[in-house]
Structures are given as C-alpha cells and as structure tokens.
C-alpha cells in the first residue's frame, strides 16, 4: 500500500460546478497537509496547507482534512477553465526538516 | 515565474552517461529540494540542501549526487545512466527549509534516457 492515494482521474466537469478532490493516507504520524496545482509542463505551485485536522478556506478553494480516516480533501467553488489541471496532495510528519510525500495527482478538466 | 531557475529544459543523453542537472533557487531563499517526476512513481523528493549542507534525504539512488554552492545554486549529478532515470527533474527552494516554509518550485528539466 502506498504512504499516499490520490485518483489519478482524469476528472472533468462543466464550468460553475464544485469539485471535490480527495487523498487518503496510511501513516497516521502525518501532520502537515498541502494541496499543489500543477499545469501542463510547469512546476507545482502550492495552493494551500493545514495542520492537523480542520477546515481553511482560501478564496474558492476549501482544504479539509480527516484524520480518523486519513482522508483529505480539496474543494473548488464556481470552477473555471482556468482550473484545469493536476492538483497534488502532499503531506509531512512535522514542521522541521521532515520530507514532503506526494499523491501521484488527480488531473482535473473544467468545460467552459 | 516563481523565480526558480533550471538548465537546460531539456537533455537527451544514452544509457550509462553522466549529466549535471543545475538549480539557481528565488533570491533569498536558503533552502534547495530536488524532485524527480515520473508517470508511474509521480512526485519523489530526493534531497534538501540548506545553506550548503545537506539537510534530508529521500529515495535518492546512489548513482545520483546533488551539492550546494556558496553562492546557494545547485547541482543534481545522475550518472550511469539507465532508461528508468528517463523523467522530469524539478529543483525546488524555500526560505528556511521548514515543512511549512512554501516550496517555490522551478520548470524543470525534463532529461530523456535512450
């Protein structure tokens, strides 16, 4: 069993829908969640972070993580086309020098 | 832009060759991390260099070497050269190292193996 599972997708919908991106973990020991955008042929860019479990909200984006299932989600109000991408989830043990450990990616399409 | 500088964005090389991948992080930035991306194994850290020294290791093999230069760029070594190391390279830096700290990553160099 893979540390991190992420659907690889791809997930496509119509431009105003929300979408739900989701992970789950095995290691219970992971503390600090991230979300990564990526776009075609460029280098991840960080959208948000929590610590431990809870809700933030940023904009349109809303991060919300689990812990008792180790399942972390990403959702994205009114989406555009402009959010088409590969969203990475990715998680650490702490907040020192610990590593990143990243989902494969789920690729999302948004029909205008 | 995030700042983050790669060379070359791409290289094409044969199997046991050797290849110097080369990483000028954001100006400021302390902290450098190297990641290989691949279809099937996705987003892998490799090392974190901080300030010069080496600072974490990921599943970096051991044909792949990396430093840290004074001036804070740096340098990912793969050498022998086999057609799995074929991937996208991406250097990464940060302002201190810490976890929280945001990963500003660069474009990567995409180095095929034939």
């Known amino acids: 069993q893979k540390e991190v599972e992420q659907d690889p997708g791809p997930l496509s919908v119509p431009e105003g829908a929300i979408v739900s991106l989701n992970c789950t973990y095995s290691n219970s020991a992971f503390q600090y969640f991230m979300w990564y955008r990526q776009y075609s042929r460029k280098g991840p860019e960080l959208l948000m972070y929590t610590y431990s479990s809870g809700n933030k909200e940023d904009g349109r984006f809303t991060a919300q993580v689990d812990k008792s299932s180790k399942y972390i989600s990403l959702f994205i109000r009114d989406s555009q086309p402009s959010d088409s991408a590969t969203y990475l989830c990715a998680m650490s043990f702490n907040s020192g020098y610990s590593t990143l450990t990243f989902g494969k990616g789920t690729m999302l399409l948004v029909s205008p | 832009d995030s700042g983050v500088t790669q060379t070359p964005k791409h290289l094409i090389t044969a199997t046991g060759q050797r290849v110097t991948l080369r990483c000028s992080p954001r100006?400021?930035?302390?902290?450098v991390y190297w990641y290989q991306q691949s279809l099937d194994q996705g987003l892998q850290f490799l090392i974190q260099?901080?300030?010069?020294?080496?600072?974490a290791k990921g599943n970096i093999l051991e044909r792949f070497s990396a430093q840290q230069f004074p001036d804070l760029h740096s340098e990912l070594n793969l050498s022998s050269l086999e057609l799995g190391d074929s991937a996208l390279y991406f250097c990464a830096s940060s302002v201190a190292g810490a976890n929280t700290d945001t990963q500003y990553f660069g474009p990567g160099t995409r180095l095929t193996v034939l």
């Open positions: 260099y901080y300030n010069g020294e080496e600072r």
């Open positions: 100006s400021g930035d302390l902290s």
